[in-house]
């Protein structure tokens, strides 16, 4: 679990970096702008001003992201829905199935949740991904991730981690096309 908190601490602090502060110092520059135009060229200022507020709006929602990623809402929306959203985010072509008779403790949720971010955000452009969630054996948490694409090592390591860390197991397939095949388990009193 370590190594996959380590890289997500990493990864986000990357992404404040280059997403979020590079936009804040963006709209630091044009608000500036925009303040000296307002005399000289109002209608220039008007169009800069709209232009601010779209990247504000754009600043806002990777915020928002990035929250989710800190914790997600599993608590306020169903685990299918918050898995959903995430691919929509992520712009992958994507099918999620989770079909549970009980709640599950948050920690497996979440650490399902990371992983499969995780897997959406290096599966590449045009791919594919599919995720099953069920009761599995003896109250267990089951799942089963495929994915069009072999380029996922990093991501595998992390979710292993994480499965392993909550005393499951994982399975890995390569298939020829190239498709990646990930089944696990995860005891429910994790």
Do not use: C
């Not at 915020?63 to 914790?71: M, N, S, V």
């Not at 599993?74 to 709640?103: K, M, N, P, Q």
Request: hydrophobic residues 45%.
């Amino acid at each position: 679990m370590l190594v996959a908190a380590a890289a997500e601490r990493r990864r986000i602090e990357r992404d404040l970096h280059e997403g979020v502060q590079q936009h804040l110092v963006a709209l630091s520059v044009n608000l500036q702008l925009a303040r000296e135009l307002m005399d000289a060229e109002p209608a220039a200022a008007k169009t800069l001003l709209a232009e601010i507020e779209r990247d504000v709006q754009q600043a806002l929602g990777e915020t928002a992201q990035l929250a989710e990623r800190i914790y997600p809402p599993l608590d306020e929306v169903s685990l299918a829905t918050t898995l959903r959203s995430a691919a929509v985010r992520a712009g992958v072509r994507a099918s999620v199935d989770v079909v549970v008779r009980e709640r599950y403790p948050s920690e497996i949720a979440v650490a399902l949740y990371w992983s499969w971010l995780d897997v959406l955000e290096h599966v590449g452009d045009g791919a594919s991904a599919a995720l099953q969630v069920r009761d599995g054996d003896d109250g267990a948490f089951a799942f089963e991730l495929v994915a069009d694409s072999d380029q996922l090592d990093a991501a595998l390591v992390r979710l292993h981690d994480r499965v392993e860390a909550l005393g499951g197991q994982v399975r890995v397939h390569v298939d020829p096309g190239p498709r990646t095949r990930v089944k696990g388990s995860v005891p429910s009193a994790a």
